[in-house]
């Protein structure tokens, strides 16, 4: 009997000490794995520990951040006080907040009152002139505020860099930094109107350092929003008119050195610090780490899973480096890797890339058609210039071009030939001085001039 017990207690303990062994070997893989992926994302220039963008602390004096919220905090100020019209077709006298659900669709005013210049500095380009003259006047402390930002170099935003948790760090800053872009852009289309080509150049120039300056830090939403306002810029330039906008110098100098690819894989490289250090649990997680499982077994594979994550970043920021048409089909096989049942954080919080690297496409696509279309009308014969058309980042085919009989021509993607482009394929058709549409775009008459 002694014999049997003393078998037992044996097997007891090579089985707990076999158990301690593997556990000891994955959490050393684990850790292995962690550090390897830690140190190429540094190799790619890429931050893991979020608290070094806090470092070193930047002067107020020299910090753009801080009157960038200035000059946001005073136009939320003075939106707020706005003039209030009626709408028509309501009874309705409760003010609307501009800054509510809904930002500024195309149903806004229609249940309640509404703020003429508040909705002339989102839409200019139809917007009444007196209007837009108005609203921009009692907003010009807002203009020169931002203007003296945009001379500053150094932007460092008032964030918790010390957060344990940086899924849990708010950034107010974002819509603050597009609804200045917006008044930007609003004066700058007004001027050009106007035939004040230098203060229209140096609004947009302006616009354009602030969206620099919103994508610091790199994180993926930050590039974004960044992207967003070049695109509200180009807008603006194509709403001006291009026999006009070869006066914008500084602005087209700008655009045209823009690396929309670069800055979203660095973007998504941004995220590192959500992924390295970030705590998914706890009472303060619970919005976002909803069903997630508790099982203390889990945490054995913590750094691999993380370190999974991370591997995933660094493959997603090196295709995203790549025209859109080469990688799209990688992007898809990148997410369809099945993720380990263990990885509970890799199975609640992998992100689908392939959006925001689409949205940079689409954003360069847009600009490359502005630029050729400005090559195409510097010449003196427009249906004769021998200009070489880009090559689209969407669909890696070149950009068409056409020429009705009675003048103007139009210049697009291929992309927005698709029947799937419907949301933004009036973007990636630019007519110039006509409304007339090639064979190849007839079909989608319809999406093509439902804004005019």
């Known amino acids: 009997m002694k014999t049997r017990y003393k078998l037992a207690i044996a097997a007891f303990m090579v089985t707990i000490g076999f158990i301690a062994a593997c556990a000891w070997l994955i959490d050393f893989s684990g850790r292995k794995q962690f550090n390897e992926a830690y140190a190429q994302i ?67 005013g229609d249940w309640g009152d509404t703020q003429p210049e508040v909705l002339a500095i989102e839409d200019p380009f139809t917007a009444d002139p007196e209007v837009l003259a108005a609203a921009i006047a009692a907003r010009q402390k807002v203009l020169d505020i931002a203007l003296q930002a945009s001379t500053l170099t150094k932007c460092q935003w008032e964030l918790d860099y010390d957060a344990k948790n940086m899924i849990l760090v708010l950034l107010p800053h974002l819509g603050q930094c597009r609804a200045v872009a917006r008044l930007l852009i609003a004066d700058a289309y007004f001027a050009a109107k106007s035939d004040d080509w230098k203060r229209a150049d140096e609004n947009l120039t302006v616009a354009l350092r602030l969206a620099e300056h919103a994508g610091e830090p790199p994180f993926l939403i930050n590039v974004l929003v960044r992207q967003s306002i070049d695109l509200l810029v180009i807008q603006a330039i194509k709403a001006i008119g291009l026999p006009q906008a070869s006066q914008l110098e500084s602005t087209l100098s700008i655009l045209e050195t823009r690396q929309y690819r670069e800055q979203i894989s660095r973007g998504i490289l941004g995220e590192s610090p959500l992924y390295a250090h970030s705590v998914f649990t706890g009472p303060e997680m619970e919005d976002f780490s909803s069903g997630m499982p508790e099982e203390r077994w889990t945490r054995l594979w913590r750094n691999q899973d993380r370190a999974f994550l991370l591997r995933g970043l660094v493959q997603a920021s090196q295709l995203a480096k790549q025209p859109y048409y080469e990688v799209a089909g990688k992007f898809e096989s990148l997410e369809d890797v099945e993720i380990p049942m263990v990885f509970t954080i890799a199975n609640h919080f992998m992100y689908s890339f392939s959006s ?75 007519r110039v001085n006509t409304s007339e549409l090639p064979p190849e775009l007839e079909p989608y008459a319809d999406d093509l001039n439902s804004e005019e």
């Open 356 to 430: 925001p690297v689409r949205n940079a496409a689409t954003v360069e696509e847009q600009r490359d058609l502005l630029f050729w279309a400005l090559r195409i009308h510097s010449s003196a014969d427009h249906s004769s210039i021998e200009s070489e058309p880009p090559i689209g980042v969407l669909t890696g085919k070149p950009m068409k071009r056409w020429h009705p009989e009675e003048g103007g021509f139009v210049v697009w993607s291929v992309s927005a030939e698709s029947p799937e482009e419907s949301v933004s394929r009036e973007n990636l058709v630019l």
């Open 42 to 108: 540094e190799a790619l220039g890429g931050v893991v520990d979020f608290s070094t963008y806090g470092e070193p602390r930047v002067p107020n004096e020299e910090n753009a951040a801080l009157l960038w919220v200035e000059a946001a905090e005073l136009l939320e100020k003075i939106d707020e006080a706005s003039p209030v019209a009626t709408a028509e077709n309501s009874e309705s006298t409760e003010e609307v907040d501009p800054y509510g659900f809904g930002g500024y669709g195309d149903n806004y």
